[in-house]
């Protein structure tokens, strides 16, 4: 009875938000099903029973489940009003408590609401572009409303004014006439709507899901059965379409979070993570569609499609101008992201082994005593073998980019360099601990070693480098990895319900793991011997909503190694990365950003507003010029090409050379032997 009173109500809401904008046209309206409701269920018995800290999940999170979903919808608090918010905090706040009992209606009756209200206000958004605006005026915009309070209607509406004059803007100081500007934006805001009248029930649903699990941490999640199938494929390492990851940015413009070595866009050299993608074409010739403002799984069929056909982007560069990059169609295997093994000679004539790994892979459908069985300890072990016959002086293991993969890969990568010890512990939801060592007593390199990472460097990565620095069997050179210390896995959501209908996949964190000295990856990541200095302001588990806390146990019996002079060899190194042009454009480019990311405060005075961005400009192109001139390159037009990108990459693998030729310096003491470890000396 309660539940049909407040349909009512809604829908006597819905009828007075038709009346305040008579232009919105609804919907078909959303609402759950059965099967949704079943699955809300086993979700939550998934999460309460197998969730690493399941035990200290209290009523509270109910309040934040609703600020999460809310969030999820409206990110910047411009389309749900302070009334609005306080109307759902005080009318459904009960009914957001029985999610374990399939209690799904309040996300429903939010998002028609939302879908309303995003009609609504891109009409608004439209009708404000084609007043105009004075940009002599001394006034700024709060672009970042993620941490502001909720408005009122009336202040609201001002605040839309001042994003779409925002939008202009910025479109303004990149030279684009008031013409393209117009039919931009106007094409953006539209899109807005398309997004809304698009959204289903089963879209709302999984938002409102993981408003649920991330209440216990961001690595909690639900896959809907389409992406379910989505989530199996990529364990197969069988990837269509151009390999590359995306995600939504608030603008609802997909965004690069990270390209697939060895997939299409990587090999395109034209696309790098951080880029936005602000239209789809099909073909050579096809209309490019904008897609700012489109569902995610609609701009990801837009691009996936039949292998070696062609797919046009337009892609917006975090700095730089647009342009449009044609992409051929491919499919990403093991082969393609296997290891990979170079010599470099150095100027003193030492050699140096790189072996550049991409991912932690493993053909898990091969029995382990198949020939060619495929995994990346295996191809690494080979790499080891050729650079011992080429009378390699050193060796560096590039996990640059490398997101994790196997944890038994991951394990018995590390006993290729060590004799025999732990590796990584776990401690799982129920307490129990388990530790994961090296049984092998062979070691097949014995020699200098060193560990490249950075920020994308994460799980399988943070094991193999965590353990390594513990050991200080080597050095961990570069930056401070992601910060990924937890442990999941997946349910079959219809195995749980015994139900043959299709519920999806839940994914929950089950496990902390923690390195061989006890201490955890989790937040603070592996923190190298030797920091290049670079600035992280957005990657990592660090700047994850809800993250959990770092944990530690005590330390497993191990023998641990000498490893002296890195005081010296960090003096050595800080001077020549003074020097080196390319990782100080890095550094340039990376200040640059965080200091816009930093100024959620934007003016709206054009003259002002010109001359900060003319400013930055000018910083970032005569940093990058100057590294071009140091390699070779011509001077830069505007747009960062694949040279630079390549080249750029290269500059700071030549800092761990040379880090790596100072260490064999006979100044230097590496790796001292012991009785317990003498074939390391042999």
């Not at 539940?3 to 109500?9: A, C, E, K, S």
């Not at 819905?14 to 409701?37: H, P, Q």
């Not at 759902?88 to 029985?98: D, P, Q, T, W």
């Not at 269509?240 to 413009?253: K, N, Q, Y």
Request: hydrophobic share 40%.
């Amino acid at each position: 009875m309660h539940n049909r009173l407040l349909r009512v109500l809604f829908s006597a809401l819905a009828v007075l938000f038709i009346s305040v904008a008579s232009t919105i046209v609804l919907a078909e309206e959303l609402k759950g099903n059965k099967n949704l409701k079943v699955a809300a269920k086993y979700i939550s018995k998934a999460v309460s029973r197998r969730h690493l800290f399941a035990d200290r999940i209290t009523e509270a999170k109910t309040e934040q489940v609703l600020e999460r979903y809310l969030l999820t919808l409206d990110p910047k608090k411009m389309f749900f009003t302070s009334a609005d918010v306080e109307r759902f905090e005080n009318e459904l706040s009960h009914h957001l408590k029985g999610f374990n009992k399939g209690q799904i209606f309040p996300a429903f009756e939010i998002a028609n609401i939302y879908k309303q209200r995003v009609v609504q206000y891109s009409k608004l958004a439209q009708s404000l572009l084609e007043k105009g605006f004075d940009y002599s005026l001394d006034e700024t915009y709060l672009a970042d409303r993620a941490e502001a309070n909720w408005l009122s209607a009336e202040t609201l509406e001002d605040t839309w004014r001042k994003r779409v004059k925002n939008d202009v803007l910025s479109k303004r100081l990149l030279g684009e006439s008031e013409q393209t500007i117009k039919s931009s934006l106007n094409n953006k805001y539209q899109a807005w709507e398309r997004m809304a009248g698009s959204l289903t029930s089963n879209e709302v649903f999984a938002h409102y899901t993981n408003a649920f699990t991330h209440s216990f941490d961001p690595n909690t999640t639900h896959y809907s059965p389409r992406l379910s199938k989505r989530v199996k494929a990529d364990l197969s390492l069988s990837l269509h379409g151009i390999g590359a990851s995306l995600s939504l940015d608030e603008e609802m413009v997909p965004v690069v979070n990270k390209l697939i070595q060895g997939g299409a866009a990587e090999k395109s050299g034209k696309i790098q993570s951080g880029d936005r993608i602000v239209g789809v074409a099909e073909g050579v010739d096809g209309d490019m569609e904008e897609v700012a403002g489109l569902p995610l799984k609609h701009v990801t069929d837009k691009i996936r499609g039949k292998k070696g056909s062609v797919v046009r982007l337009q892609v917006l560069p975090e700095t730089g101008q647009s342009m449009e990059v044609a992409i051929v169609r491919d499919e990403v295997n093991l082969e393609s992201k296997a290891a990979k093994g170079k010599i470099h000679k150095t100027e003193t004539g030492k050699k140096i082994g790189v072996i550049a790994v991409p991912t932690f892979y493993r053909d898990f459908n091969a029995r382990s005593t198949e020939r060619n069985y495929t995994s990346v300890t295996r191809d690494t072990k080979n790499i080891l073998f050729d650079f011992r016959r080429s009378g390699v002086d050193g060796v560096v293991i590039d996990l640059r980019g490398n997101g994790g993969g196997s944890l038994a890969e991951a394990v018995s990568m590390v006993g290729l360099f060590i004799k025999t010890g732990p590796v990584v512990q776990t401690i799982n939801f129920a307490d129990e601990q388990k530790v994961y060592s090296d049984e092998n007593p062979g070691i097949d390199y014995a020699g200098p070693l060193a560990v490249l990472v950075d920020r994308e460097s994460a799980s399988a990565s943070e094991i193999f480098a965590g353990a390594i620095q513990d050991y200080k069997r080597g050095l961990v050179l570069g930056e401070t990895t992601f910060g990924k210390g937890t442990v999941q896995s997946l349910f079959t959501l219809s195995k749980l319900a015994s139900t043959s209908a299709d519920l999806g996949l839940a994914k929950v964190t089950v496990s902390h793991f923690f390195r061989p000295g006890g201490q955890s990856n989790q937040l603070v990541g592996v923190e190298p011997d030797i920091d290049f200095g670079f600035t992280n302001t957005d990657v990592g588990e660090r700047f994850r909503d809800n993250a959990l806390e770092a944990d530690h146990t005590d330390a497993a019996e191990y023998v641990v190694m000498e490893l002296s002079g890195i005081d010296r060899l960090r003096k050595n190194s800080n001077e020549r990365i003074s020097k080196n042009t390319g990782i100080r454009f890095i550094k340039t480019s990376e200040a640059l950003k965080a200091n816009l990311k930093a100024a959620r405060i934007v003016s709206l005075n054009e003259a002002d507003r010109k001359s900060a961005w003319s400013k930055q400009e000018d910083q970032r192109i005569s940093a990058l010029n100057l590294f071009r001139n140091s390699v070779g390159l011509e001077h830069y037009s505007f747009q960062i090409t694949h040279e630079d990108r390549k080249a750029l990459k290269a500059a700071v693998l030549s800092e761990s050379i040379a880090i790596m030729d100072d260490f064999l310096n006979p100044e230097t003491n590496h790796s001292e032997c012991t009785e317990v470890i003498q074939i390391l000396c042999m």
